[in-house]
């Protein structure tokens, strides 16, 4: 909620420069006393915490076959493509054992990148050749 730095900084100048009370800025903003604890302790909002991408080292033997039922998948009519439960019950099929949040995650990603591609060749910031090659 309140990481905006506009927000954050305008908090902070309240409370450390205006001379506004802590309750007050509590009763105006609705906020938790330890929200507001850490907003006066820091200077600006905390980023991101994970520093690295987590590896998914159940899927990563199975992330070839999903780009390929995804890739096929192109071609159909949308109604007729393969869910990420149904692309999920297939690997355990062949032997997957991870959950079917990992497989929803790298379906969604594998999705949303093959989506932005297309737009960037439809926008013309790729050449179709350009596509061609990148896929090879």
Do not use: C
């Not at 990481?3 to 450390?16: G, K, S």
């Not at 309750?23 to 105006?28: A, G, K, P, T, V």
């Not at 600006?44 to 995804?70: D, H, S, V």
């Amino acid at each position: 909620m309140y990481r905006n730095m506009n927000d954050w900084a305008e908090i902070r100048r309240r409370v450390l420069v205006d001379g506004v009370s802590r309750r007050q800025i509590l009763r105006e903003t609705g906020m938790h006393r330890q929200t507001l604890k850490k907003i006066l302790e820091h200077s600006e909002p905390p980023g991101n915490r994970q520093q690295q991408l987590r590896l998914r080292k159940k899927l990563g033997a199975f992330q070839e076959r999903i780009r390929q039922i995804l890739k096929d998948d192109q071609a159909m009519p949308r109604k007729q493509r393969h869910t990420a439960n149904r692309i999920w019950e297939w690997l355990r099929e062949d032997g997957f054992t991870g959950g079917y949040t990992v497989v929803k995650d790298a379906v969604r990603e594998l999705t949303q990148k093959a989506q932005v591609r297309q737009l960037e060749i439809q926008s013309g910031l790729i050449s179709p050749k350009d596509e061609l090659k990148s896929s090879s």
